[in-house]
């Protein structure tokens, strides 16, 4: 089945007002790619403004909480997000699972309630460098993905993004070979569990995507995208790798 490309950028804990002009040049260069699903996320702070800005452009949040309101300081809502012009979020981020202790029950509900606020889900899973040393990595996030994915979803509504901890920011990339195990391995697993819905769900790659690297990791087996950090805080990184995914149809 053909599975559209998706290059999200995940601006992680950067980006101020005076940012908005990339992520403005982002989503123009992505209208002369319209095979490819572009999406930034945002700091919290830049998303009603860059979704006011952007009309129709998918803009989103790189966490939500799992209640829809109440006590919890500093947190907010995936209604929120909603409310706010976001259409999708992140969730179980590594630096959210291991920084904050979210646990694959935490991503799960916190995907559960974006999803019942309407929004679109990237749900993150990915193993540490010891596991993959001791060739562990494919049983690890298969667990994180039995223990995360929720069980009832559109096929359109939650992508998979596969991102090596070890990978993440560091410039450090698995083999084409691994990143195909695993995505093959985790294309397997949805199947067992939502039969025909896994071969209409996108999985996306992460960790130290630029657009060097773009065209051969977005062109392996089973990966329909990529979820991006460092590259995708300005126009000149991020618009080589969603040139690469267009390429790639
Ligand atoms: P990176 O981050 O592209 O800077 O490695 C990817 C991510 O954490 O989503």
Redesign the pocket.
């Known amino acids: 089945m053909a599975r559209r490309k998706y290059v999200?950028g995940?601006w992680?804990m950067n980006g101020l007002a005076a940012a908005m002009g990339e992520a403005e040049a982002i989503f123009a260069a992505a209208k002369g790619h319209a095979a490819v699903d572009v999406a930034i996320c945002p700091p919290f702070t830049l998303i009603g403004a860059m979704a006011a800005a952007q009309p129709g452009a998918a803009v989103g949040g790189q966490d939500c909480h799992s209640a829809a309101s109440g006590a919890y300081t500093g947190s907010v809502a995936a209604p929120m997000l909603a409310d706010a012009g976001a259409t999708l979020v992140?969730v179980g981020?590594?630096?959210r699972r291991e920084g904050c202790g979210e646990s694959d029950a935490d991503v799960q509900a916190k995907a559960e309630a974006a999803l019942g606020a309407g929004l679109s889900v990237i749900l993150?899973v990915g193993e540490p460098r010891e596991v993959r040393e001791s060739g562990g990595a494919i049983d690890y996030v298969l667990a994180q993905v039995a223990g995360s994915v929720p069980a009832d979803f559109g096929a359109d509504r939650l992508a998979i993004?596969y991102?090596p901890i070890w990978?993440?920011?560091?410039?450090l990339v698995p083999t084409v070979a691994d990143v195909e195990a695993m995505h093959g391995a985790i294309r397997d697993a949805l199947a067992a569990r939502f039969n025909d819905k896994a071969q209409a769900m996108r999985i996306l790659y992460?960790?130290?995507?630029?657009g060097e690297n773009a065209a051969e990791l977005l062109g392996a087996a089973d990966v329909d995208g990529?979820?991006?950090?460092?590259?995708?805080l300005t126009a000149g990184k991020f618009v080589p790798i969603v040139a690469a995914a267009a390429a790639l149809g």
């Open positions: 999200v995940n992680k992140i981020h590594s630096e993150c993004a991102e990978a993440i920011g560091t410039g992460g960790g130290s995507v630029n990529a979820l991006v950090g460092g590259a995708s």
